[in-house]
Nanobody
Framework: QLVESGGGVVQFGGSLRLSCEVS????????IGWFRQAPGKEREGVSY????????LYSDSVKGRFTISRDNAKNAVYLQMNGLVPEDTAVYYC?????????????????WGQGTQVTVSS
């Protein structure tokens, strides 16, 4: 089970830190991806971190603003989001994957949480 938290309403340029708490999986064996879905749009891959934390990926739209990290001892993965803009407004989800991820596509992830809403006002 994956549970996302940390969303909220922030102003343009603000920051939020999302958390993905994982249960039922040994995180030493899985990578975690963050995705987002805005109304009327497809789910978009935002960031990914492999099972060791040594390899991370970011979409072009968030590169340089978002940072993904993980704490396997706490069974959690985090997404630090800085410099938020209205285009970041979406429901953010985390998913788990046992594949080697090259492109952050939702087809390779499973066990989605309920999501957490992020709203950025202009």
């Amino acid at each position: 089970q994956l549970v996302e938290s940390g969303g909220g309403v922030v102003q343009f340029g603000g920051s939020l830190r999302l958390s993905c708490e994982v249960s039922g999986f040994n995180l030493d064996n899985y990578g975690i991806g963050w995705f987002r879905q805005a109304p009327g749009k497809e789910r978009e891959g935002v960031s990914y971190i492999d099972n060791t934390g040594a390899r991370t990926l970011y979409s072009d739209s968030v590169k340089g603003r978002f940072t993904i990290s993980r704490d396997n001892a706490k069974n959690a993965v985090y997404l630090q989001m800085n410099g938020l803009v209205p285009e970041d407004t979406a429901v953010y989800y985390c998913g788990i994957s046992g594949f080697r991820i090259v492109t952050i596509t939702s087809d390779l992830f499973r066990c989605w949480g309920q999501g957490t809403q992020v709203t950025v006002s202009s």
